[in-house]
């Protein structure tokens, strides 16, 4: 009997949860002493998909890591203080410009200005203040969903959350762990805008890094996962390692802020192993 996925409780640019059903077959199965890695968090809907009863979980966004620890150990509090929010622009704009004090407080304005910015988007200017403007969503969206807080609360009970680079994240992975890489998409031709924004955070010799980050970890008996864009110089990064399978998998893209201007696209599923052979 398949298990009950946790509903992620964030919105997450470039986040799984629409494409669990396609991806999650494809995984590795978790050695039951062993350990699910997730070192680029996001919303962190491949690890509520799979709900292993340990994780490491990390990323390089501070404030989102502050807010999964929060929900982890305050969910309460948090709830408390999202039920009095309002969905309303006035509010919403009041709310980007507050500091709150507590760990819960911080966590309830970061899950606030999630559901109710443009686009679900997360972005700082340079003295790293939350600049997002407002969305215009539909007047019935849920600021407080209380199941889905404290049943993401329960999952991350096995959960260690760290702000820390991908490759610091990924070192204490052993045999029998199983480690999933979801890194901002670049290549090393940029050749849209999203990708160059992406590029600004996560670099071409970042990309290099990963694959050879997990050609070591499956040298060490690790399995390894890693989604990533469909181009052909991301590719050739792990084709040479000759240590993993990919998959193309098919996606409508969400970063377009319009549904009629989303399209179907393709992103690449890598996964290792030790005698692994490349077919698409």
């Known amino acids: 009997m398949e298990m009950t996925r946790t509903e992620p409780f964030l919105k997450w640019a470039g986040g799984k949860r629409g494409l669990l059903d396609k991806i999650l077959p494809h995984f590795p199965v978790l050695h039951p002493n062993g350990t699910y890695y997730e070192p680029f968090l996001g919303g962190g809907a491949v690890f509520f998909g799979l709900r292993p009863s340990r994780g490491i979980l990390a990323d390089s966004n501070q404030e989102l890591i502050e807010t999964f620890v929060a929900v982890r150990d305050e969910v309460g509090e948090i709830i408390s203080h999202l039920k009095d929010l309002p969905y309303d622009s006035k509010v919403y704009y009041e709310v980007r410009a507050s500091i709150p004090t507590t760990k819960a ?83 090393a031709h940029t050749n849209n805008g999203f990708i160059e924004y992406n590029a600004k955070v996560f670099s071409w010799s970042d990309q290099r890094r990963l694959a050879q980050v997990a050609a070591e970890l499956v040298d060490r008996g690790v399995q390894v996962a890693i989604s990533n864009g469909d181009h052909s110089s991301v590719l050739e990064c792990y084709l040479d390692t000759r240590r993993f399978k990919a998959i193309r998998i098919q996606r409508w893209s969400t970063i377009a802020s319009r549904a009629k201007k989303r399209m179907q696209t393709s992103e690449l599923l890598l996964i290792g192993s030790p005698l692994g052979e490349t077919k698409l």
């Not at 329960?154 to 045999?175: H, V, Y």
């Open 105 to 187: 407080e911080r966590a309830a304005r970061f899950i606030y200005l999630n559901k109710t910015c443009y686009n679900g988007l997360y972005r700082v200017n340079l003295k790293g203040e939350f600049n997002v403007p407002f969305g215009n969503h539909p007047s019935s969206i849920e600021i407080c969903n209380e199941q889905q807080l404290r049943d993401a609360s329960m999952t991350l009970k096995g959960a260690t959350l760290f702000n820390a680079d991908f490759e610091e994240t990924a070192a204490s992975a052993t045999a029998g762990d199983l480690v999933y890489f979801d890194p901002p998409y670049t290549t």
